[in-house]
């Protein structure tokens, strides 16, 4: 539950901070956990690497495509930003939902494949 916790803070609260921190649980702990824990630790980790790009990257390309000057290019970004950032929040909040009920989860499209 750490970790999915980690993960919708890195996304709501404190970004960079709960970020390190969920790095610094999966460099810790991905080998010794239990399968359970490990899922959800590799699930989460890797959305928010995943979210980062989407978010930070895919932003700055369309303000690099679009320009600083126009305003149509602030339009998208925030309609992308809403949307991507919204959508990966309920994602989140299910996994949550999965580690307190005991079940392993897999993020879609974001997500590394479970073995």
């Known amino acids: 539950m750490l970790a999915e916790s980690l993960y919708l803070v890195n996304l709501l609260v ?3 901070l709960a970020f390190a921190m969920l790095v610094w649980l999966w460099l810790k702990h991905r080998r ?3 399968p359970l824990a490990r899922n959800h630790l590799g699930q989460a980790t890797a959305a928010s690497v995943a979210a980062g ?3 930070a990257c895919f932003s700055a390309a369309i303000v690099a495509l679009g320009g600083w000057e126009w305003h149509w290019t602030w339009v998208v970004v925030l309609t992308y930003f809403v949307c991507i950032h919204g959508a990966l929040v309920m994602m989140g909040m299910f996994a949550l939902a999965k580690a307190m009920a005991g079940r392993a989860w897999r993020y ?3 997500g590394p ?3």
């Open 53 to 55: 790009v989407l978010i």
């Open 108 to 110: 879609p499209l974001v």
């Open 113 to 115: 494949r479970v073995p």
């Open 32 to 34: 010794s956990a239990p």
């Open 14 to 16: 404190a970004p960079g």
